[in-house]
């Protein structure tokens, strides 16, 4: 009879790993869910986002042809450029004498640090606020966040015809304090569901809904639509491990394959606190 140990086993411990790892990454990140996620393949290293502008509504005379219009397309480019990886090699001993489970400590530490990374990307995406025609880089009025700065902000996204009900402020710890003193500022445990707790939103204001994130700095609040930043995956986060017998340790290796894209000439989000 044949034995049934770890070399049978480990390959679905692997999976599990890697999923969970995943997971992780989705359930800790609290950007990814907020922008627009396109699909990728493999041979892909780009993603090809279209835009264009509008028509012009025309009268139509009597016994006079009517000019056909032309729009042109542009492309925004999203490069999947972002291969991140973090690797641990844990000695046996360490292991061994470690009174908690070190390694599952490891992976949860490796998702968390993934997870991060990919928000800070996404952050700086966001921060890329068109800077000119139109200006979407604003000062606070005052010292620091305050209603004028919002409803500023609310201001220019309707201009660009964006529906402020669906989009997003971001605010650092600093300027989440500033944010609790307005108000018309709404918790989350307050209109409604708690489902927002999960994501990690924090409340609304003037319809839009409040995420805070230690990526954010205090003079770089964020209000963007969804659809402000693309953001694709073309490798989930995976785990891999390895025997390093001269070193009497194993090394863990977890890694991913990712780019973003600042949408629109930065058109649809407006950075508040700075305008440069």
């Not at 800790?28 to 393949?41: E, F, H, M, N, R």
């Not at 046996?92 to 490796?110: E, S, Y």
Request: charged residues 20%; aromatic residues 6%; negative net charge.
């Amino acid at each position: 009879m044949a034995d049934f140990g770890v070399t049978e086993s480990v390959a679905v411990a692997h999976v599990q790993i890697a999923e969970s790892i995943q997971l992780y990454l989705q359930e800790q990140s609290k950007l990814l869910d907020k922008v627009t996620v396109y699909p990728v393949a493999k041979g892909d290293n780009s993603v090809k986002i279209g835009r264009a502008g509008g028509f012009t509504v025309g009268d139509k005379s009597e016994n006079t042809a009517v000019t056909a219009q032309v729009i042109t397309y542009a492309a925004d480019t999203l490069s999947l450029d972002q291969h991140k990886v973090i690797q641990v090699r844990l000695e046996d001993i360490a292991n061994i004498q470690a009174r908690p489970d070190i390694i599952r400590d490891i992976l949860m530490r490796m998702g968390h640090d993934m997870a991060y990374k990919v928000d800070q990307l996404i952050i700086t995406k966001l921060e890329a606020a068109s800077a000119s025609a139109p200006d979407h880089r604003i000062a606070y009025a005052g010292a620091t966040l305050g209603k004028a700065d919002l409803l500023a902000a609310r201001s220019l996204l309707h201009i660009q015809n964006v529906p402020f009900s669906e989009c997003w402020i971001g605010v650092s710890p600093a300027a989440e304090n500033s944010l609790l003193a307005i108000d018309d500022f709404v918790h989350v445990d307050k209109y409604g569901s708690s489902a927002g707790l999960v994501s990690g939103e924090i409340g609304k204001l003037y319809g839009a809904r409040v995420i805070m994130s230690n990526g954010f700095a205090d003079l770089k609040t964020i209000v963007w639509h969804p659809t402000a930043v693309a953001f694709a995956m073309q490798k989930q986060p995976s785990f891999d491990q390895m025997r390093d017998l001269p070193n009497l340790a194993t090394l863990y290796s977890v890694d991913a394959l990712y780019g973003s894209a600042t949408l629109d000439s930065g058109k649809r989000q407006v950075m508040l606190g700075t305008a440069a």
